[in-house]
């Protein structure tokens, strides 16, 4: 890549950041088109999020894609929010058009096409378990809620009181019936006898805790019972590993990472990235 005073810029801010995989898999994508692009990472501290989204406007940058601690504090500095965004209460990208700046959510996008397109679930089953209640369940719980097919949506927490408050939230916006139920043995059991699908939303066995799974009892487990966990590093998880033990499909997140940002890649710029070149940059970065 070759950075002109053409070049369009585009950016990750978040703190801390340097951790990333975003300007591996973007800078990926913009190699493999040759377009006149650059994506960045910055460090921004929570104090500064409004100069910084301020700022897009003064240095014309196009597009920033926005992770942890800022997806909140950036929708009070944007222009318009997406209705996802909105569902989601969280923006994730943010498209600088001419000065006027719209916040988007695209791990609603990027979770439904994993599991579209990664799990094979072309149909998602009607009774869904969601595990977690924290942000990454908010675009989760939002993505299964709104599909058709989708009746029920079971949310189980470690902490009930987020179960509940985001089910009532959630059953508000998709008119679905969302259930909230604390994270134990027992609750496991019965959501699973229903489920089709179950989401790992919350970070149990992330990295450097990768021998944590947040499963208690892993007889609960059918061999038709479809895993996606959102937790992508490591690839491969121990909750991915006692699904495949007991004979059911289990995915990791990776695939949610690299379709959210090809999403966020498409919204900047018009144009459908390579999306197996964007997951080789990060596989890359773990090998
Ligand atoms: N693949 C992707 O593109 C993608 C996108 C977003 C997030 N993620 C992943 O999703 C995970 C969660 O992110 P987040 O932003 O939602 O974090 P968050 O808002 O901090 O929520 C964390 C969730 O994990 C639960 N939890 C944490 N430690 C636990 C433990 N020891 N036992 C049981 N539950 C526990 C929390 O329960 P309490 O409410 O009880 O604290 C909460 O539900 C992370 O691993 C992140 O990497 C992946």
Redesign the pocket.
């Known amino acids: 890549m070759k950075i002109k005073a053409t070049s369009q810029v585009l950016g990750v801010i978040g703190d801390p950041i340097a951790h990333s995989f975003s300007p591996d898999m973007h800078n990926a994508a913009i190699d493999a088109l040759g377009i006149d692009f650059c994506y960045v990472a910055f460090r921004v501290k929570s104090e500064g999020v409004g100069a910084v989204v301020k700022g897009l406007r003064e240095f014309g940058i196009l597009g920033l894609n926005v992770t ?1 601690p800022h997806k909140l504090a950036v929708m009070e500095h944007v222009d318009q929010i997406s209705e996802e965004a909105l569902a989601v209460g969280a923006v994730n990208t943010i498209h600088n058009e001419d000065g006027n700046l719209t916040g988007h959510n695209t ?1 609603v996008y ?1 979770v439904t096409t994993a599991i579209e397109r990664v799990a094979g679930l072309t149909t998602f089953p009607e009774t869904c378990v969601v595990l ?6 908010r ?1 989760v719980t939002y993505a299964l809620g709104r599909r058709d097919e989708v009746r029920k949506v079971m949310i189980l ?3 009930f009181s ?1 179960a509940e408050a985001l089910a009532v939230d959630m059953e508000k916006i998709t008119g679905k019936s969302i259930v909230p139920a604390a ?1 134990d043995q027992a609750s496991e059991r019965a959501a699973f006898g229903d489920a089709g699908l179950v989401v790992n ?4 066995g ?1 990295h450097p805790n990768t021998e ?1 799974s ?1 499963i208690i009892d892993t007889d609960s487990i059918r061999p038709d019972l479809v895993l996606y966990d ?4 490591p690839i491969e998880t121990a909750i991915m590993q006692q699904f495949k033990e007991k004979g059911a499909p289990a995915y990791g ?2 695939d ?2 690299v379709f ?1 940002g090809a999403r966020s890649f498409e919204i900047w710029t018009g144009t459908e990235p390579p999306t197996d070149l964007m997951k080789q940059a990060v596989v890359g970065r773990f090998s």
């Open positions: 942890i791990d990027g977690g209640a924290g942000g990454a369940s675009a927490n470690r902490t987020r994270l939303t919350t970070s149990v992330m944590h947040p959102t937790v992508f590093n997140g990776l949610m990472l959210q």
